[in-house]
């Protein structure tokens, strides 16, 4: 029996960098805990972000925000995967040279980006993803310890204008993900959605063949690998496609919805016929 369902938000939820959800989410969510399954929101996206999006929720889920460096439920930070302060520098050198790019480092409680007020990066983060996020001068001034990404933002190319960046070897021991069609997020290596998806079942003592997964970009493979059911959209990726045991219809035809309410009707034909014995 299914006991945890995780999902993904840009690309299968939503689309990308949209903060509107249909509502019946929630209402399956809630009623999904009412039979004992769990539902965890997985996204590249900050802490902030995901809280907003599902504060009619927030208090009955789990979030992983950061593309799988931090854990946590409303109340508390349950894990944090942090990049090393000494290699902080030169990624930051690093992603100033890309043409056309922008970037932003994060932290669990928040994000910082030297686009300018004006940019429209800042807009985008601010307005449409709904960050908390902060413009500096110079990141590299404000203090290190408690990093968990740097995400890198090109709006046409990001695996080429990247490409240089994601082979040098300096970075061999970093977590280099393409997380969507506009991001590279760069973590540590032990980081990841999947990483952070067994840390989750671990925590509440749920086997990997009782959960489900739902995902449409590369970030998510990891996960696929930690979940009893890889599930993914008609709008993936063909890579998710062919590594997913189910593909639902596309985030704008409600497709993870249409699941989470098939896993819901299981569950209670499940308990039905084991209380009438």
């Known amino acids: 029996m299914i006991k945890l369902i995780a999902s993904d938000i840009d690309g299968t939820l939503v689309e990308e960098s949209s903060h509107n959800i249909n509502p019946e989410y929630f209402k399956v969510i809630e009623d999904l805990k009412e039979v004992g399954i769990r539902f965890c929101a997985c996204s590249g996206r900050q802490y902030a972000s995901m809280l907003d999006l599902f504060k009619p929720v927030a208090d009955d889920i789990f979030f992983i925000s950061g593309n799988g460096t931090v854990v946590r439920t409303k109340k508390r930070i349950l894990h944090s995967w942090l990049l090393d302060q000494e290699i902080i520098l030169p990624i930051i050198e690093a992603v100033r040279a890309i043409e056309g790019a922008d970037f932003m480092m994060e932290t669990p409680g928040t994000c910082y980006t030297e686009a300018g007020e004006d940019s429209r990066f800042f807009h985008l983060m601010r307005d ?16 290190l310890d408690n990093v968990t990404k740097v995400s890198v933002f090109h709006p046409t190319s990001i695996e080429a204008s990247t490409e240089q960046l994601r082979s040098d070897p300096r970075f061999a021991r970093l977590s280099k993900t393409i997380s969507g069609a506009w991001w590279l997020d760069i973590t540590a290596l032990e980081s990841g959605k999947g990483e952070a998806y067994a840390l989750l079942q671990e925590y509440l003592g749920i086997k990997k063949e009782e959960t489900v997964y739902f995902g449409d970009n590369l970030n998510d493979l990891s996960a696929f690998g930690e979940t009893g059911v890889a599930a993914t959209v008609a709008n993936a990726r063909p890579e998710m496609k062919e590594a997913a045991d189910i593909v639902e219809r596309s985030y704008a035809k409600m497709g993870v ?17 084991n209380s009438m014995e």
């Open 257 to 273: 919805l249409r699941e989470l309410r098939n896993i819901l009707g299981h569950a209670r034909d499940y308990r039905a016929a």
């Open 128 to 143: 449409s993803y709904h960050y908390d996020i902060q413009n500096v001068d110079d990141v590299t001034k404000l203090p």
